[in-house]
């Protein structure tokens, strides 16, 4: 099963915009944009600990398998 990384739809229900998010994770802004487009090959454990972070979520609720 594919995994989906929910980081849209967390941060807009969190109300932060992409260069927020950006500021509080020491992440370009771009790069938040790549993530939520799926636009990059894969994520590290410790970007999705510094996104889990600033989010104030478990990382259950950025990442979801998807089925086929």
């Not at 915009?17 to 509080?24: D, I, P, R």
């Not at 992440?27 to 510094?50: A, H, V, W, Y």
């Amino acid at each position: 099963m594919p995994v989906k990384l929910r980081l849209k739809e967390v941060r807009e229900e969190k109300g932060l915009s992409q260069f927020e998010l950006a500021q509080l994770t020491e992440m370009s802004p771009q790069n938040i944009q790549k993530l939520e487009q799926s636009r990059s090959k894969g994520i590290q454990f410790d970007t999705l600990e510094r996104l889990c972070t600033a989010l104030e979520v478990d990382i259950k609720d950025l990442l979801v398998l998807v089925p086929r």
